[in-house]
């Protein structure tokens, strides 16, 4: 069983469609990082976040520490928004722990 | 404020030779992070370099090493490229090897081994 686990895997939507992305994990971490995978490889960091919510434009990150999840959702999603989105953990030591990721697909 | 940077962007090598991969991180970060995407898989921690000792390494063969440099570049060289080295390597630099501390990512090198 893998220490982070994402869902969907794939997820298709149509624009203007709210999306969330889902991420549990088993371990104990200290921070959690949404980033972005466009094709091409690059990646950008979204969020980390270790308690609460963020917000940045219409990205919303939650995350419950307790329950070992996080999500991450998308407003009025737009085909620009077309990625691959990975959760990505940090926990005792600095390394960071990788979901496989959800491609998104958000057509016109 | 330039981000990190990776060169080169692509390199393809055939088996039994050596990879020299670099990185540049944002500047005034002193940790450099190096992680391997191979195809149809997830990332996959390497190593951490942070003021130029190495701090921690991933579950990956002695063949993949790397230094960082008094400028806090960093370098991975894979020696004795075997086809299923063949991936995306991606570095990260923070500003410290802070659990809380976000990294920031470069565009990648896609290694080809054939």
């Known amino acids: 069983k893998n220490e982070v686990e994402q869902s969907p895997q794939n997820l298709t939507a149509q624009e203007g469609e709210f999306i969330t992305i889902n991420c549990s994990y088993s371990v104990g971490i200290s921070a959690l990082h949404w980033l972005q995978q466009h094709p091409g490889g690059g990646i950008v960091s979204l969020f980390m976040l270790s308690s609460g919510k963020k917000k940045h434009g219409r990205l919303i990150a939650t995350i419950n520490i307790q329950e070992k999840h996080s999500s991450l959702h998308i407003t009025a999603s737009h085909p620009r928004d077309s990625a691959v989105y990975i959760c990505?953990?940090?926990?005792?030591?600095?390394?960071?722990?990788f979901g496989t990721g959800t491609r998104l697909q958000v057509f016109p | 404020e330039a981000g990190v940077t990776q060169s080169p962007t692509h390199l393809i090598k055939t088996r039994g030779q050596q990879a020299t991969l670099r990185c540049s991180p944002i500047s005034g970060h002193t940790s450099v992070y190096w992680y391997q995407q191979a195809l149809g898989l997830g990332l996959q921690f390497l190593l951490w370099?942070?003021?130029?000792?190495?701090?921690n390494r991933g579950n990956f063969p002695p063949r993949f090493s790397g230094r960082q440099f008094p400028n806090y570049s960093s370098e991975l060289n894979v020696n004795a490229l075997e086809l299923e080295d063949s991936a995306l390597y991606l570095c990260?630099?923070?500003?410290?090897?802070?659990?809380?501390?976000?990294?920031?990512f470069g565009q990648g090198t896609r290694l080809t081994v054939v």
């Open positions: 370099y942070d003021e130029g000792e190495e701090r």
């Open positions: 990260a630099s923070s500003l410290v090897g802070s659990v809380d501390t976000e990294a920031f």
């Open positions: 990505a953990v940090r926990w005792n030591t600095d390394k960071l722990i």
